[in-house]
């Protein structure tokens, strides 16, 4: 993988997760997952911890619900790859702790152009749904889409996962 990374998109369980993680352990490269998610219940706590079981040892994690373009600056390095993993979660985050999602996108992608080392990004696409019934989810929808785009003009490559299957959009 070179240049600024990868955008791995797809629906929920669609195997971007999982294609991503197998890009990352094929770079042979010392391996950094930055996640977004946060435990608030029993269901997340667990899926938390299924999802470090099958990252193994071979993975350090980096908890970063929020700040992540400051993640990205303290640990990028040309002989490291980043999982970040997901983006869907910390618009979730940005909009719950009332950040303001244009400029934490804008810190994102300015840390993606200066990134020593690869990236690859892993979000759910939202724009395949139904409209939102409420103005929180339409908001929801909207944000996450608008940070997708930034982030696959971003990428060097962006691939939409369905079934298991990569679909290569970009790159």
Known sequence: ?????????????????????????????????????????????DRIARHREERADAWATV??????????????????ILLIDCLTLWTTNLILGERDCGDATAGLVDAIGAAAGPLIFVANEVGFGIVPDNALARRFRDEAGIINQRIAAAADEVQ????????RLKG
């Open 160 to 167: 939409l996962v369905a079934a298991g299957l990569p679909l």
């Open 63 to 80: 908890e970063a619900p929020l700040d992540l373009a400051g993640t990205i600056s303290a640990h990028s390095a040309h002989d490291t």
């Open 1 to 45: 993988m070179s240049g600024h990374g990868l955008l791995v998109l797809g629906g929920a369980r669609s195997g971007k997760s999982r294609y991503a993680q197998g890009r990352a352990e094929a770079s042979g490269l010392k391996r950094l997952f930055v996640a977004t998610a946060q435990a608030f219940d029993d269901e997340m706590r």
